[in-house]
C-alpha cells in the first residue's frame, strides 16, 4: 500500500506565502516524476508544477516565477513554495507521483487527498 499526504495548506492573505509538502510512505522501490496540481470550485483539475526525479521542473504559465517546486529524494518527500498569491490561486492542491514497488512491476499513479488554499483579497 502507497499513501501520498499533503500538508501545509491554510488560510492566507492575498501577496501573501505558504509552503505544501507531500510525504509518500508506504512500500517504494521509487518515485518517478512527482507533480502538484489544483481545483478550483467549478473548474477542472490542471497541472501547477511537476518535477522528475532527476529534478526537472515544469510549471504552469500562471505561476511560473511565484511557485517553486522541489523535492527530497531520500525522504520520498515533495514540496512547492508558493509566493506572491492571489485570490486565483485559492483551489484544493493535490499531490500526483508515479510509484514503482517492486523491480517486476510498472509504476502505478498515485494522488493524495488534497489540502485547501484559500487567498483572500
Known amino acids: 500500500q502507497v499513501q501520498l499526504v499533503e500538508s501545509g495548506g491554510g488560510l492566507v492573505h492575498a501577496g501573501g506565502s505558504l509552503r505544501l509538502s507531500c510525504a509518500a510512505s508506504?512500500?517504494?522501490?521509487?518515485?518517478?516524476?512527482m507533480g502538484w496540481y489544483r481545483q478550483a470550485p467549478g473548474k477542472q483539475r490542471e497541472l501547477v508544477a511537476s518535477?522528475?526525479?532527476?529534478?526537472?521542473?515544469n510549471y504552469a504559465d500562471s505561476v511560473k516565477g511565484r511557485f517553486t517546486i522541489s523535492r527530497d529524494n531520500a525522504k520520498n518527500t515533495m514540496y512547492l513554495q508558493m509566493n506572491s498569491l492571489k485570490p486565483e490561486d485559492t483551489a484544493v492542491y493535490y499531490c500526483?507521483?508515479?510509484?514503482?514497488?517492486?523491480?517486476?512491476?510498472?509504476?502505478?499513479?498515485?494522488w493524495g487527498q488534497g489540502t485547501q488554499v484559500t487567498v483572500s483579497s
Open positions: 518535477i522528475t526525479n532527476t529534478g526537472y521542473t
Open positions: 508506504g512500500t517504494i522501490l521509487e518515485i518517478n516524476t
Open positions: 500526483n507521483a508515479d510509484i514503482r514497488r517492486y523491480y517486476y512491476r510498472a509504476p502505478n499513479n498515485h
